[in-house]
């Protein structure tokens, strides 16, 4: 049995007044499985630690809201992005709380909310807005050196928003979603009208190839994504359209056609054109994807590409694998674990959770 966190705080404290550095792991931050950003009620912000069981397992301050996280694959450490368009980024000590690097994006750039690791651990990749040239970028931090900011590479598009590596390499897969923006007029969209989505596949800093939609869906925004262990990547959209939408959710292997997921005109209604959040079951049989304005979780079957399952939950957003399938949260505090036989629910009230849970 391993000893509880103050037990093992004290543990190490007694190595490194020794003079013994160890090497920290998750598992010294309370073992969590999950990351989420959360509003409490006295308006202050937090980042959790969740544990597959859905307990609290730490819960440490941010400066103003955050959106989704990057964990780092070895050692007890995040980054917490501020929500879009924001201009910084928070390196986290998940063992003490400590503030141990701030990003801030580049003049002219602003950050998305989203980043991903390389294997080793050794660089951050993070999505980015070249809003005076009207370009996606993802910029390229060295996490052994304090997270200085070494490189810049092109998106492969515009509105790059998640970001994934494939497991096994270091090939990252970009969700850009086509939107232009620009800080001085918010969060308005400029170019509905000509945008192009797709999801672009970066290596070294290369874009080695892109996928996207036929013309008639140009105004499907590519937005989330997760990647099962076998490569496939499931992507989620928001309709920037008139009228209703045939899909929102679908699949793509590198090299091959993307493949749309079908539903019912009336589950799509459900959605209200807006995926917010998406995860692959371990196997990468189903994918499960979120609507905070339908208050609506759907699972598909990737075999099938149909709709098998739905759930109503309030103001659900955040969604990951749990186990065989995946666990939800939502801006009520509630956490729901979804197996395929039954539903367990917590309630988590203090807590207002936000957009996205991270898998750790």
């Given at each position: 049995?391993?000893?509880?966190?103050?037990?093992?705080?004290?543990?190490?404290?007694g190595?490194?007044?020794a003079?013994?550095v160890?090497?920290?792991?998750?598992?010294?931050?309370?073992?969590p499985?999950?990351?989420?950003?959360?509003?409490?009620?006295?308006g202050?912000f937090?980042?959790c630690?969740?544990?597959e069981d859905?307990?609290?397992?730490?819960?440490?301050p941010?400066?103003?809201?955050?959106?989704a996280?990057?964990?780092h694959?070895?050692?007890p450490?995040?980054?917490a992005?501020?929500?879009r368009?924001?201009?910084?980024?928070?390196v986290?000590?998940?063992?003490?709380?400590?503030?141990?690097a701030?990003?801030?994006?580049?003049?002219?750039?602003?950050?998305?909310?989203?980043?991903?690791?390389?294997?080793?651990?050794?660089?951050?990749?993070?999505?980015?807005?070249?809003?005076?040239?009207?370009?996606?970028?993802?910029?390229?931090?060295?996490?052994q050196?304090?997270?200085?900011?070494?490189?810049?590479?092109?998106?492969?598009?515009?509105?790059?928003h998640?970001i994934?590596?494939i497991?096994?390499?270091d090939?990252l897969?970009v969700?850009?979603?086509g939107i232009d923006?620009h800080?001085?007029?918010?969060?308005?969209?400029?170019?509905?009208?000509?945008?192009?989505?797709?999801?672009?596949?970066i290596?070294a800093g290369?874009?080695?190839?892109?996928?996207?939609?036929?013309?008639?869906?140009h105004?499907c925004?590519?937005?989330h994504l997760?990647?099962?262990?076998?490569?496939?990547?499931?992507?989620?959209m928001?309709?920037?359209?008139?009228?209703?939408?045939?899909?929102l959710?679908?699949?793509?292997?590198?090299g091959?056609?993307?493949d749309?997921?079908a539903?019912?005109?009336?589950?799509?209604?459900?959605m209200?054109?807006?995926?917010?959040?998406?995860?692959?079951?371990?196997?990468?049989?189903f994918?499960?994807?979120?609507?905070p304005?339908?208050?609506?979780?759907?699972?598909?079957?990737?075999l099938?590409a149909?709709?098998?399952?739905?759930?109503?939950?309030?103001?659900?957003?955040?969604?990951?694998v749990?186990?065989?399938?995946?666990?939800?949260t939502?801006?009520t505090?509630?956490?729901?674990?979804?197996?395929?036989?039954?539903?367990?629910?917590?309630?988590?009230?203090?807590f207002?959770?936000?957009?996205?849970?991270?898998?750790?």
């Amino acid at each position: 049995m391993g000893l509880p966190n103050n037990g093992r705080r004290q543990f190490l404290g007694g190595l490194l007044a020794a003079g013994i550095v160890p090497q920290m792991t998750w598992a010294d931050a309370g073992s969590p499985a999950f990351l989420s950003a959360a509003v409490k009620p006295d308006g202050n912000f937090v980042l959790c630690g969740i544990g597959e069981d859905l307990s609290i397992r730490f819960e440490l301050p941010l400066p103003a809201r955050g959106h989704a996280a990057a964990a780092h694959p070895t050692r007890p450490e995040a980054v917490a992005f501020a929500r879009r368009p924001g201009t910084f980024a928070v390196v986290i000590d998940c063992m003490t709380g400590a503030q141990k690097a701030v990003l801030t994006s580049p003049e002219g750039r602003h950050f998305y909310g989203h980043g991903a690791f390389s294997s080793d651990g050794r660089l951050l990749f993070t999505t980015e807005n070249d809003y005076e040239a009207g370009r996606g970028c993802i910029g390229v931090w060295d996490a052994q050196k304090s997270y200085v900011r070494i490189d810049e590479w092109d998106s492969g598009g515009i509105g790059p928003h998640d970001i994934k590596r494939i497991p096994g390499t270091d090939t990252l897969v970009v969700a850009n979603g086509g939107i232009d923006t620009h800080p001085d007029t918010g969060r308005t969209k400029l170019n509905i009208a000509t945008m192009e989505p797709n999801l672009a596949y970066i290596e070294a800093g290369q874009v080695i190839g892109t996928a996207s939609f036929s013309a008639e869906w140009h105004k499907c925004s590519i937005r989330h994504l997760d990647v099962s262990q076998n490569g496939t990547v499931a992507f989620g959209m928001q309709w920037q359209g008139d009228g209703p939408v045939d899909m929102l959710v679908g699949t793509h292997r590198y090299g091959e056609k993307i493949d749309a997921f079908a539903a019912s005109p009336q589950d799509m209604r459900n959605m209200q054109g807006y995926i917010g959040s998406i995860a692959s079951s371990a196997d990468g049989r189903f994918v499960a994807v979120t609507s905070p304005r339908g208050g609506m979780v759907q699972i598909y079957d990737v075999l099938s590409a149909m709709l098998v399952r739905t759930l109503a939950l309030e103001d659900v957003c955040g969604i990951s694998v749990c186990g065989d399938w995946f666990v939800a949260t939502a801006g009520t505090g509630a956490l729901r674990s979804i197996s395929k036989g039954q539903q367990n629910t917590l309630q988590a009230a203090e807590f207002a959770w936000d957009n996205h849970l991270v898998r750790i």
